[in-house]
């Protein structure tokens, strides 16, 4: 079917609509109209055409294999101009046909003088109605792009085909990926390769700029989406375009394209500066795009040269929010990581201004795909101190490279140099490594420092101590239990009491009893006073649970 000309298409419709039902049919192609449709995997155009902000005229099936076989909820039923419409504007969004070939006499379409008697009053008629035949000989024709088209000509042809108004429901933008792309990629299959991979790679782009336009205009509230569901619904089209990206990138013949189709190069180049940097706040993340293209297809020294001069000029440009600076800062890093220099962007890091880790993260993960575990420890390292004065709490991504490198590389000093440098947000994970190496006597005294009661932890996270080393529990009960009594407060007291428990248990298990009762009777002669703690530790003298 999509082999079809747009003869055959012709033929096909005058086979089934008359003329007048055509005619009618363009006209509800015209602003007072408006005509929506999505396709299915059976070949089957679902639609309805309806008044601008009015009442549905018609809901169609539109059989595109068989004519006949198609139906309309309006009183005709079959081959109505409603029909005629969905029919009509498949054919010019879809295929980039152009209408007025199929209703203009003698037009491209019929090959032949065979139909222009059967369209001798076509012309008198479109003149007449809403869109005058002045208009249409005004309006533009969108070429579909051959192999020697440029990047311009294909963008202009992914707007004729994909324009922000067509997405007009929640189904058309939940399908977004698969129409777009399965709509254009078939352009480009016949191409060579190298230049079918980076036309591909530009409708990737564009479904990216389309999501970026739904969402400046709005179109979350008209769905009767909330911010988290259209987050959601973006994050699921965003993941499949980026991994087709990557798929690309990963398969793409670099020096081909390089060599034969260097001006399409430097239009992506191009088109990357124009979008890849918004002002602001973006569900579609083009740091990495824009990452993922330059060090996958377009980076060579010339080309290099001149981004880093621009980004350059663009950051140093007044009134930048604070999130576009980090942006074009990341970027200009980018240039540095690749040529090795990582003291240059280094020093670039430290003017991140916004949870500058976020935006090296990239690196980061790069370097441990890479194994450059030195490359890595410097990076964690240097990063710390930014990341203590400058940005806030690390994510936990950032300790999770660092486990990744410990277990590849002799970074032991460093890491714990760094955790303690980090605390207290450094906390957990600083503890989960000294309990996996039994360094119990630290993971004690931390508590100790830091305040933490063993009432504040669940008991299993301790556990191994109390099995191997229960004795260096002793000192963290003692001080746990003299730090809430020093609160005089019932509450307080009950929680003392709850650990003195505890420590009777601890000593039971150590065979010092003796000593668990010398410290009872301490404490409630130091305590003798406190007339709520009494009462509480009665329990323990009676010899409760």
């Not at 055409?49 to 079959?78: D, Y």
């Not at 007449?128 to 579909?144: D, E």
């Not at 400046?216 to 009767?224: C, D, V």
Request: aromatic share 12%; with cysteine.
């Amino acid at each position: 079917m999509h082999n079809r000309n747009i003869k055959e298409w012709t033929r096909r419709l005058y086979s089934y609509f008359t003329l007048p039902t055509l005619q009618q049919g363009w006209r509800l192609l015209q602003p007072d109209h408006v005509v929506e449709y999505g396709i299915d995997d059976t070949e089957i155009v679902e639609g309805a055409v309806r008044r601008e902000g009015g009442s549905i005229l018609g809901v169609v099936t539109l059989n595109l294999e068989q004519l006949p076989a198609s139906h309309c909820t309006c009183s005709k039923g079959k081959a109505c101009e409603h029909l005629a419409a969905v029919a009509l504007a498949y054919l010019d969004m879809e295929r980039g046909f152009d209408i007025r070939d199929i209703l203009k006499p003698g037009g491209n379409a019929w090959g032949s003088s065979s139909g222009m008697s059967r369209l001798s009053e076509a012309e008198t008629v479109v003149s007449n109605g809403k869109a005058s035949k002045a208009g249409l000989a005004a309006a533009p024709k969108i070429q579909v792009p051959g192999s020697a088209s440029s990047v311009e000509d294909w963008h202009r042809f992914f707007q004729h085909r994909f324009p922000l108004e067509r997405i007009t429901s929640s189904r058309s933008l939940e399908t977004l990926y698969d129409t777009v792309y399965g709509g254009l990629s078939p352009t480009g299959a016949a191409w060579p390769p190298a230049l079918k991979s980076l036309y591909e790679i530009h409708i990737l782009l564009f479904l990216f700029k389309l999501l970026d336009d739904l969402s400046e205009a709005g179109y979350q509230y008209a769905y009767g989406y909330d911010y988290y569901g259209m987050q959601q619904v973006y994050a699921q089209i965003v993941g499949q375009g980026y991994d087709r990206l990557l798929y690309l990138l990963s398969g793409v013949h670099r020096e081909e394209v390089r060599r034969n189709y260097s001006e399409r190069l430097q239009a992506t180049a191009d088109y990357l500066a124009q979008h890849a940097f918004p002002s602001s706040s973006s569900f579609i993340p083009w740091l990495s795009v824009y990452m993922s293209l330059w060090k996958g297809l377009l980076l060579d020294e010339l080309s290099a040269d001149r981004e880093k001069a621009r980004l350059s000029r663009a950051s140093r440009q007044e009134g930048l929010s604070q999130t576009l600076f980090d942006h074009l800062m990341a970027a200009r890093i980018l240039f540095d990581v690749e040529a090795g220099e990582d003291e240059a962007a280094l020093h670039k890091a430290g003017q991140l201004k916004l949870r500058g880790h976020i935006r090296l993260a990239p690196f980061l993960h790069s370097f441990e795909h890479k194994k450059q575990w030195d490359r890595l420890q410097l990076w964690l390292e240097r990063l710390a101190p930014l990341i203590q004065k400058k940005w806030g709490q690390p994510d936990p991504g950032y300790y999770e490279l660092w486990e990744e490198l410990l277990d590849h590389h002799p970074a032991e000093k460093s890491w714990e140099s760094v955790m303690i440098q980090l605390l207290p947000p450094s906390f957990p994970y600083y503890l989960d490594r000294l309990m996996k190496q039994e360094r119990f006597r630290e993971w004690v005294d931390l508590h100790l420092t830091f305040g933490y009661t063993p009432l504040d932890v669940r008991v299993s996270d301790y556990k191994p101590i109390e099995l191997k080393q229960k004795h260096l529990l002793l000192p963290w009960f003692h001080h746990s239990i003299e730090r809430l009594i020093a609160e005089k407060n019932r509450d307080a007291y009950k929680r003392a009491v709850r650990l003195m428990k505890k420590l009777r248990t601890t000593y039971g298990k150590l065979k010092q009893q003796e000593r668990w009762e010398l410290y009872l009777k301490h404490t409630s002669s130091k305590y003798s006073r406190l007339r709520a703690l009494q009462e509480e530790m009665g329990q323990l003298r009676k010899g409760e649970a």
